[in-house]
């Protein structure tokens, strides 16, 4: 089936099943390999992207269920001030220390920026909670979001 797409603000046409997982559609067929394959059933949040600004697991988001939604990937994220400032304060405080989780915190992080610009460690850790890191880096993590959320 054919399916028309907006990712990062840039109009695609895919060709795939309906039940295909948006992950596989954005790394496999649109090259945009920054959003990570980490569970497969939705629960360690590496491969969070944004449809219409709201935070999901593209892992077990089929393509089909998108409609018109903008998909907004860790490609673009520093397309807004918010963006920037967050992947500043990641790089500042040396969040990062495996990597392979990063793009889907940095994008789960960008989503409670939206809703919530002056989040406290509560709302923060509520938020977080939801992707999985395995180096610990939560600290740093809650640092990087204050500092972003002050910019």
């Avoid at 569970?39 to 360690?44: A, H, P, S, T, V």
């Avoid at 491969?47 to 490609?75: F, K, L, Q, W």
């Avoid at 919530?116 to 890191?133: E, F, I, L, Q, R």
Wanted: glycine share 10%; with cysteine.
């Amino acid at each position: 089936m054919s399916f028309k797409l907006e990712v990062n603000r840039m109009m695609y046409e895919v060709d795939v099943d309906g039940d295909t997982a948006l992950l596989w559609v954005l790394r496999d067929v649109l090259g945009m390999t920054g959003t990570k394959f980490g569970c497969g059933i939705g629960l360690c949040g590496a491969c969070t992207v944004h449809i219409d600004r709201t935070p999901r697991r593209s892992c077990i988001t089929p393509i089909s269920s998108i409609g018109h939604g903008a998909i907004t990937t860790i490609e673009a994220i520093d397309a807004t001030q918010q963006g920037k400032a967050l992947q500043k304060a990641w790089l500042d405080l040396e969040v990062v220390q495996c990597g392979y989780c990063q793009s889907g915190q940095i994008m789960s992080a960008a989503a409670l920026l939206m809703t919530n610009p002056k989040p406290s460690d509560a709302d923060v850790d509520a938020v977080m909670s939801g992707n999985v890191c395995r180096c610990g880096t939560y600290q740093r993590i809650h640092a990087a979001i204050h500092r972003a959320a002050a910019s």
